[in-house]
């Protein structure tokens, strides 16, 4: 139980285009979701916490209007690169939390974005 | 602010050998703390996590955790060393409350050699 699905797996695509990744818990409803950034052998860096049918909350330095995250329902939320640039070429991680959870998140197996 | 610090940026083992990985915290009360394992192009697995009670912490794939308070550590220990281990290892900390933020360490890339 408690699996998290992301997809696509690795997305290439033109500079100035954008670019939808979906994050879904596929047998729990999550209460809160997470996107984080990491970079080639870096950490991860918590991009944003969204909840379900409320604004996401950015953590400081993560452009809103670059990185939009919508939360849909409490199985789905979305992160839409907007404008994407080749120094948005990152691996992608969400991550879902749920009641029974407490606060243990269930992490997706990633996306890999390339821009050219 | 909560942060985490993973001292080993790299360790190489020989296979059979026994393993540990340094973890120290910082968290005004008591956090709760886990251990990730990431191997390269995947997403993250847990590997264990402390919440309360007891201090020594028993995880999957052999492997196990001690939460000292003392030392504000929480360092991941496995007695003999398998090639499949041969990962990324992540400490995190999140605070008390429901979906709290995690806050990870900067990883310690295990190698295992034959």
């Known amino acids: 139980g408690a699996v998290v699905s992301q997809h696509p797996s690795w997305v290439i695509c033109k500079s100035g285009t954008s670019v939808k990744i979906e994050c879904r818990s596929l047998?729990?409803?999550?209460?809160?979701m997470f996107w984080y950034r990491q970079f080639p052998k870096q950490s991860l860096m918590l991009m944003a916490t969204?909840?379900?049918?409320?604004?996401?909350?950015?953590e400081q330095g993560v452009e809103k209007d670059k990185f939009l995250i919508n939360h849909a329902s409490l199985t789905l939320s979305t992160l839409t690169v907007t404008s994407a640039h080749p120094e948005d070429s990152s691996f992608y991680i969400c991550?879902?939390?749920?009641?029974?959870?407490?606060?243990?998140?269930?992490f997706g197996p990633g996306t890999r974005l390339t821009v050219l | 602010a909560q942060s985490v610090t993973q001292p080993d940026i790299h360790i190489t083992v020989s296979e059979g050998a026994s393993l540990e990985l340094r973890c120290n915290y910082s968290?005004?009360?008591?956090?709760?703390l886990f251990w990730y394992v990431q191997s390269p192009g995947q997403g993250l697995q847990l590997l264990l996590k402390y919440s309360s009670g007891d201090t020594l912490v028993q995880g999957i794939k052999g492997f196990e955790a001690e939460f000292k308070r003392s030392q504000s550590s929480f360092n991941l220990r496995k007695p003999s060393v398998h090639w499949s281990d041969a990962a990324e290892y992540f400490c995190a900390v999140a605070g008390t409350g429901t979906a709290s933020k995690l806050t990870f360490g900067t990883g310690t890339r295990l190698q295992v050699t034959l």
């Open positions: 991550s879902a939390a749920a009641r029974f959870s407490y606060n243990e998140q269930f």
């Open positions: 968290y005004g009360a008591t956090p709760y």
């Open positions: 969204s909840n379900e049918g409320s604004k996401a909350t950015y």
């Open positions: 047998d729990f409803q999550a209460t809160t």
